[in-house]
């Protein structure tokens, strides 16, 4: 029973609130103060005196004063859709003319809040939301905004790091607003996945690694400088991490997959790469690296699972920008237990090369040309600091 009365009396309690906050601001609207006189539309006037608690006469009053300038006109415009605002809190059309009257008198805050209330409660008008939303992430009020926002738990916040990513426009500045965003929740593997690529192509290899590191929601405990280079995880989309192409007995002259090695005791994973002999179309694997200026040696293992050419394929170590290669000394094979043979190679990065992409070709264009035929296993592929 006083449970019931408890609840009785806090729902009469916002009923007069409420009444209260409606009262006020209609006498406002019906009866402005003399000394601050506001022309006000007949209209939605009218309709409001008929309909006293319909939201959308509120939001029309507002619109109509909108053409004023007077200072009178202002506050009864900012009266009507506070009064319009309570009534509809979520309505989109509401959230949207807040949104415009925030922007309108300079108040970026408000704007931001407003536009990003919307992305929420209106999946129609999100990709609008998200658009105007972009054009103010080098605004001073940004920061504070996404700050604001990140801790209490921004649930769209991938959603608009993916569009920030995608519009032309707002690539260049997708990589700082993520790497913001990094440092407080894990970033969507979609979402950094975009800006990765982004940040590469304009040659920002080293901050995209940064990214990969602080933003990815999981990591290996041990990372070597080349990712996932025994293959036991599966390739997680980044680029950097493997990217296999998968190919095709009809299409790209080869079959590859990261399987478990058969006849292995313990099962570990090698990338298996079997031959159709027909042309080879395009790079087998391929990962980008972020090494640091200095030496370094580059070594894999191999394995003949069914006969074909010897050292028929090559991986080949590129700068990204220029495309030039870092390997230009002589290769060295050392045969170890298994069937393995160990291929190793000493390079150097200059600070002229910031950022590598590392692939498995045909080691000519003959070969990729003629196609070749066999299986061949791959196993250990890493890059060791001399």
Not at 156 to 174: G, I, K, Q
Not at 189 to 196: F, I, N, T, Y
Not at 296 to 324: H, I, R
Request: charged share 20%.
């Amino acid at each position: 029973m006083n449970g019931a009365k408890y609840f009785a009396a806090i729902c009469l309690i916002g009923l007069v609130v409420g009444t209260a906050f409606l009262f006020n601001a209609w006498r406002f609207i019906l009866s402005p103060d003399e000394r601050d006189p506001a022309p006000v539309s007949p209209a939605p006037l009218d309709y409001l005196k008929m309909r006293p608690f319909d939201a959308v006469g509120h939001l029309a009053l507002s619109e109509s004063l909108a053409s004023t300038a007077s200072e009178a006109s202002l506050a009864l415009q900012n009266r009507t859709l506070r009064a319009a605002a309570f009534l509809a809190p979520t309505d989109p059309q509401i959230v949207r003319a807040e949104a415009a009257l925030a922007f309108s008198q300079g108040d970026i805050p408000g704007t931001l809040d407003n536009l990003a209330k919307l992305a929420v409660i209106s999946p129609r008008d999100r990709s609008e939301a998200f658009d105007a939303l972009s054009k103010f992430v080098t605004h001073p009020a940004w920061q504070d905004f996404a700050a604001a926002r990140l801790k209490a738990g921004w649930n769209e916040a991938d959603d608009f790091l993916v569009a920030l990513c995608n519009r032309p426009s707002t690539t260049r500045y997708s990589l700082a607003v993520a790497t913001n965003f990094a440092r407080y929740h894990p970033i969507a593997p979609a979402a950094s996945h975009c800006v990765e690529r982004r940040a590469i192509a304009a040659g920002q290899v080293q901050a995209a690694y940064q990214l990969r590191l602080n933003g990815a929601r999981t990591l290996p405990a041990r990372i070597g400088y080349v990712f996932n280079g025994d293959f036991e995880l599966p390739p997680s989309g980044s680029a950097f991490d493997w990217a296999v192409e998968s190919g095709g007995d009809y299409r790209e002259g080869f079959v590859a997959a990261i399987r478990p090695e058969i006849g292995s005791e313990k099962l570990s994973r090698v990338l298996s790469v079997r031959f159709t002999r027909r042309p080879i179309g395009s790079p087998i694997a391929r990962q980008i690296l972020a090494l640091p200026t200095g030496r370094y040696q580059f070594s894999y293992l191999n394995k003949l699972a069914a006969p074909m050419a010897e050292n028929a394929l090559v991986w080949t170590l590129t700068c990204v920008d220029s495309g030039t290669s870092v390997i230009v000394e002589k290769w060295s094979d050392s045969i170890e237990k298994g069937g393995w043979t160990r291929h190793s190679v000493p390079f150097v990065v200059s600070d002229k090369c910031q950022g590598q992409s590392l692939s498995l070709n045909p080691k000519t264009k003959l070969i990729a040309l003629e196609g070749l035929q066999g299986t061949l296993l791959i196993d250990d592929v890493r890059v060791e600091k001399l």
